[in-house]
């Protein structure tokens, strides 16, 4: 059976019935075409040109980039690309995007290594509407995971396809029949963030129940077996949770019962945030970020005037902040995350306005000289969340002679266990 639609006036063709194409631009498509038929599910890959506003025609390309590198052009060049084809059943759009991601680096503009020109762009060209939300969701996941290995922003183009051209026979197939052909394609090294969760996959794993949750207010993680990123989050966040959030974990891709996922998952892990049995936000892939994450959390845990200092860098009013009358034994603990900060009893009156301390729980902080509003301080963070805390200074009492100044509204107090 054949499948088949119009763009431009040409008729683009697909061998299933219920094939999904999209098109790509990753630089020299010859080596797009090799890398993208390598992934199974995959049924077809044709090079092509496409979104341009001139012919589709190598020489015509080529001729048309000299005349918009000599400013004698404005109109629009075409970018290689290739026609992806594809059985959603074996594997899904996400999946082809990320193979996509991985596979060229495109954060380099009109460029793919020593390839230079507009016709060399980054690009996803989508054939559906449903697609385009599909395309920008892997990018936000793949910019983190870039961004977290030095990378800069994505320069990637996507929009609808709206002009498409098959490029000549020779092109086609290229590095099958010329194996030692030059192609200038190479990916940035930085792996998508998450096990991707085939289409077809039915979990054998119950959802959880419902009755075991909190339905004010649940975390759960989405994991999938054998799957290492799960296992680094695991290491890294929910080994050391003590987040005042309930966490719990699931295998299977479903709900609960009666509680509303707003979109299906398509890679793990997936955080997701519910509150009354509803998604309320997602954090997809993992890739070591904390700060990102705990700041993804504290934007929902946080009011208003708590994320402005948090995420900020802002002041509370001195005498306006919680806690500067509490004299309870107990320990002061971050918002966020729940890691221990300080204890009660190097709590002091320093006469500022400010709960001020004489020393923190060890581990509990991180240093940062701030030369901001024309002063030189030292800036206190939060070990675990990264969030502002306020400032130390070298004024305070015995025994560190320290001045730990925090600002109340992002400390949460836990009193001690009445005996």
Request: proline share 7%.
């Amino acid at each position: 059976m054949f499948k088949s639609f119009f763009i431009a006036g040409l008729l683009i063709m697909t061998t299933y019935a219920n094939a999904e194409t999209i098109v790509l631009g990753m630089g020299c498509f010859w080596g797009a075409e090799k890398r993208m038929g390598e992934l199974p599910g995959v049924i077809e890959v044709e090079v092509g040109y496409a979104n341009g506003e001139i012919e589709g025609r190598y020489e015509a390309i080529l001729a048309h980039e000299r005349l918009l590198r000599l400013g004698k052009t404005t109109k629009r060049n075409h970018a290689e690309v290739v026609k992806v084809s594809f059985d959603p059943a074996q594997v899904s759009l996400e999946r082809v995007l990320a193979h996509f991601w991985e596979n060229h680096d495109p954060t380099q503009g009109d460029r793919q290594g020593n390839d230079i020109g507009s016709n060399y762009r980054s690009a996803i060209y989508t054939t559906r509407e449903a697609q385009l939300a599909v395309a920008k969701r892997t990018r936000e996941t793949y910019q983190a995971a870039l961004k977290a290995a030095g990378f800069g922003p994505i320069t990637t183009e996507i929009a609808p396809l709206k002009a498409y051209f098959r490029a000549e026979e020779y092109h086609q197939k290229y590095l099958k029949k010329n194996p030692n052909g030059y192609c200038g394609l190479g990916g940035t090294g930085v792996k998508y963030p998450g096990v991707l969760v085939p289409p077809q996959a039915i979990a054998h794993a119950k959802p959880l129940d419902p009755k075991a949750l909190n339905f004010k207010r649940q975390l759960i993680v989405f994991e999938a077996a054998d799957c290492p990123y799960c296992q680094q989050f695991k290491a890294e966040i929910l080994d050391q949770w003590k987040s005042e959030v309930p966490i719990a974990r699931s295998l299977s891709p479903q709900p609960p019962a009666g509680w509303r996922l707003e979109k299906a998952l398509f890679a793990t892990p997936t955080i997701v945030l519910f509150e009354n049995g509803k998604e309320v936000s997602r954090f997809t892939g993992w890739n070591g970020d904390k700060p990102r994450f705990w700041k993804w959390l504290g934007f929902h845990l946080l009011s208003p005037e708590q994320r402005r200092i948090a995420f900020e860098q802002g002041t509370e009013v001195p005498g306006t902040g919680s806690h500067l009358d509490e004299k309870r034994p107990g320990t002061y603990v971050d918002p966020i995350t729940g890691a221990p900060l300080f204890r009660s009893d190097a709590k002091f009156n320093s006469g500022t306005g400010w709960p001020s301390f004489f020393a923190p729980l060890p581990g509990a902080l991180t240093e940062h000289l701030d030369l901001s509003h024309g002063m030189r301080r030292i800036e206190v963070r939060s070990a675990s969340s990264g969030i502002h805390l306020g400032h130390v200074f070298d004024d305070g009492p015995p025994p560190t002679g320290k001045r730990y100044c925090i600002n109340g509204n992002v400390l949460k107090f836990v009193p001690d266990p009445v005996k």
